[in-house]
T-cell receptor, first 112, second 116 residues
Framework: KQEVTQIPAALSVPEGENLVLNCSFT??????LQWFRQDPGKGLTSLLL?????REQTSGRLNASLDKSSGRSTLYIAASQPGDSATYLC???????????FGTGTRLKVLA | GAVVSQHPSWVICKSGTSVKIECRSL??????MFWYRQFPKQSLMLMAT?????????EQGVEKDKFLINHASLTLSTLTVTSAHPEDSSFYIC????????????FGQGTRLTVV
């Protein structure tokens, strides 16, 4: 059974720092891995999608890497800003299904 | 990109009543949609898979008689919370995957249900 874990559970940093959020999964048979952002009381915003054949994806200040064999992904946020404060979730659909298994989330707070 | 629309975005209902939540794929057809649930400060948990033209499949521990799912067309799935109780208060969100986008999921905006 696929299990997805995120570390740290919470993170508070001053503005301008570069951050690394970690996601690990137990079963490497996945279609892809997606990183999402969730603001309090809101829905999900897709940040990056990495296909199982890819190693990384970049969008602006965000960079996500995927090491499928070791069951790990990292989300790198450069030059963090207070507007980056949110909960970040990673999720994977096991191969053969489109249903996503979500990680436990990292609550990020960037202080001005 | 593909758009999934969910309605309503929030709803308050009295205990014992039923509430229907709609999930629509606006610019693509979806034979399968998924319903998730999120309790406060927890992650999203898959509730059920909605299959167009056939019965939904439910995850372990989810009461199918309480959470009725209907997927009558290729663009619409509905989740009805029957005889709602305060413990059903939660954030419900649906997703769908266009056939041409591999396994990439697109999520609705979510529905916050409060049962009083």
């Amino acid at each position: 059974k696929q299990e997805v874990t995120q570390i740290p559970a919470a993170l508070s940093v001053p503005e301008g720092e570069n951050l690394v959020l970690n996601c690990s999964f137990t079963d490497s048979a996945i279609y892809n891995l997606q990183w999402f952002r969730q603001d309090p009381g809101k829905g999900l915003t897709s940040l990056l999608l990495i296909q199982s054949s890819q190693r990384e994806q970049t969008s602006g200040r965000l960079n996500a890497s995927l090491d499928k064999s070791s069951g790990r992904s990292t989300l790198y946020i450069a030059a963090s800003q207070p507007g980056d404060s949110a909960t970040y979730l990673c999720a994977v659909p096991p191969s053969g299904t489109y249903k996503y298994i979500f990680g436990t989330g990292t609550r990020l707070k960037v202080l001005a | 990109g593909a758009v999934v629309s969910q309605h309503p975005s929030w709803v308050i209902c009295k205990s014992g009543t039923s509430v229907k939540i709609e999930c629509r794929s606006l610019d693509f057809q979806a034979t399968t949609m998924f319903w998730y649930r999120q309790f406060p400060k927890q992650s999203l948990m898959l509730m059920a898979t909605s299959n167009e033209g056939s019965k939904a499949t439910y995850e372990q521990g989810v009461e199918k008689d309480k959470f009725l799912i209907n997927h009558a067309s290729l663009t619409l799935s509905t989740l009805t919370v029957t005889s709602a109780h305060p413990e059903d208060s939660s954030f419900y969100i649906c997703s769908a995957t266009p056939a041409h986008r591999g396994a990439e999921a697109f999520f609705g905006q979510g529905t916050r249900l409060t049962v009083v």
